[in-house]
Each structure stands twice: as C-alpha cells, then as structure tokens.
C-alpha cells in the first residue's frame, strides 16, 4: 500500500551508513508523497529481499560486456 518512491526511500534510509536521504521531489504531490517514507517501516524480511536484489554483481561494470568495450574501443584524438 505504498509507492515505489517510499520503499526506495525507507530503504535506503535504513542502511546502516546512511545518515541523511536526499528527495528528489519536484512537484507537492512528490514531496508528500516522499515524506511518506519517513512512516514506512520495513520488516526484516522486506530488508532482507530489497537488500539481496541490490547487491552488486560481480558481471557488471567495469567488469562486464560494457567495461570489456570500454578497455578495447579505440582512442581517437583532435576534434
């Protein structure tokens, strides 16, 4: 019952070396609905899930297909 933006926000605000949450509000309706976040409670479980699907992968950049094309891809100089 919640939207994307408060589980993003709660989320985030729960990680233990976080200690402040930029909103990137641009609209009231934004901002109430980000400053609902700060009533969002995730249970272990929830954390537990959201923390799991945000681990980095080891496949991904700089060393997956895009940092590989970033290492090989030629150098051209002048404009």
Not at 15 to 27: D, E, K, M, N
Not at 32 to 40: E, F, R, S, Y
Not at 66 to 75: E, F, P, T
Request: a positive charge; charged letters at 20%; glycine letters at 12%.
């Amino acid at each position: 019952g919640v939207s994307m933006a408060q589980v993003a926000l709660g989320w985030t605000a729960a990680q233990p070396a976080i200690t402040s949450v930029i909103l990137g509000a641009r609209t009231p309706e934004q901002l109430a609905d980000n400053l609902g976040a700060m009533k969002l409670k995730l249970s272990d479980d929830e954390m537990a899930r959201l923390n799991d699907v945000s681990a980095p992968q080891p496949f991904d950049y700089p060393y997956g297909k895009g940092g590989i094309n970033q290492r090989h891809r030629k150098i051209e100089g002048g404009r």
